[in-house]
């Protein structure tokens, strides 16, 4: 029996490309989501199709991860639902540009939703599970390839991405030992309105985003004493 059987699973952006996709994959496994979009009522009509699709409890929540207020209401929704078990820290901003031309507000926004958010996201899941006693808890962050390149135009981009790399080091390297895990997967471009963006690819060599997500679900299936700490997922026929 898979350990993620009718854990409660938070996936930030579900209402995206890989979002959808890594929500169907733990709705597959049999467990219980919650769905974050920034829309509430995309995150409750993905979060009933899925209900229906895999008979399993699901529901939606909103906020900009990028404002305090957004951030808190995520925050208030782990509470609702009795905890969240699983925290899948997928949502992400792609600002595409010439560095000269990126304002504050751009490079701000990035890290608030990129990288702050993914930490507070993990910070509460990690006090939760110590409050309750069971010290359980599993924390995904989507990184990128960006995480260990630098790409034109996309400076801010790979910045937060590196960012997020080394806050998930720091966070797997502090509860190593215990029952949090903390994992990072850095998938090259995926076929995903994000993966539209980026410039100088060829659209048909992108990733799958169900087979991303399916080897996210099969990452976290194991208990096993050896840890797949840090993924970098890439196209095989292309770099
Ligand atoms: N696509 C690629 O080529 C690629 C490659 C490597 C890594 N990644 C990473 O994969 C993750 C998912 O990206 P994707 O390709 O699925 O992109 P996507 O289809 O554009 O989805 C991005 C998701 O992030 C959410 N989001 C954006 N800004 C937000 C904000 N301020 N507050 C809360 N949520 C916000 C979006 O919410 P709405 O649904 O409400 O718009 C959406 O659900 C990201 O972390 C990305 O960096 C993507």
Known sequence: MSVLLRKRVLITGATGGLGRALADA???EGCKLLLHGRDAERADALAEALEDRHDVEAEGCAGDLGTDEGLDAVIEAMGAVGGVDVLINNAGIFPVGPATEVDRATFDDTFAVNVRAPFFLAQALI?????????????VNVGSSSA????PNTAVYCASKHALLGQSRSLFAEHRGSGIRVFSVHPGSIQTEMGRRVEGQEWDTFLDPAEVADFVVRMLRTESAMVTEEVRLNRFEVQ
């Open 26 to 28: 733990f709705g597959a």
């Open 127 to 139: 006090r939760a599970s110590a409050r309750h006693g069971h010290g359980w808890g599993r924390v």
């Open 148 to 151: 260990f390149a630098g790409f």
